[in-house]
């Protein structure tokens, strides 16, 4: 054990070692993106709670990721907007922290006891690969792994369907 560790506490301790405080392992790469992104259903954490996908759709201006809302509401709890067309998709993408010229990205949350959404937006310093796994007229699988440079260590990792508008 480190001189540190004996005067800290075990959360402060797990933040210093990289581990999320919930315990477990995170895929938040800020650093750069995973090389291999896992074939399971896209998970992850957006603002410091769980992303479970409701939709995911794409258009000339962008990709959305919606969270189904924990409330039972109709009103997204976390959204993802990555303004990427999808014409960009074509041989993927590789987002690096450094980079300039890079898709914009908004998460939207609502905080607890709040009625109203937020929007935290990013024109660098997060890190992101896209990759095309197959491509049809009305949709597209893509694998995404997204990290991005809030307190919260927010991320997504995964495959998704997603539908073209």
Known sequence: MSVAAMFLTPVAVMLLAGAP??????AWSIDKPLAAIPDK???GQLFGKDFKLKSASIDKIS??????????SSWADRQLVIFLSKDKLDKGIVVLPEQDDVPHVHMTFVRP?????????YV???SMRIEVVERRAEAVTLRIHISLPDYHKSYLVGTVVVGIR
């Open 63 to 72: 990709l959305t990721l919606e969270s189904e809302a924990s409330d039972g």
């Open 124 to 126: 660098h310093e997060y």
């Open 113 to 121: 006891g709040k009625q109203f959404p937020r929007t935290l937006m």
């Open 21 to 26: 405080p919930g315990g477990g392992d995170s």
């Open 41 to 43: 259903p896209l998970t």
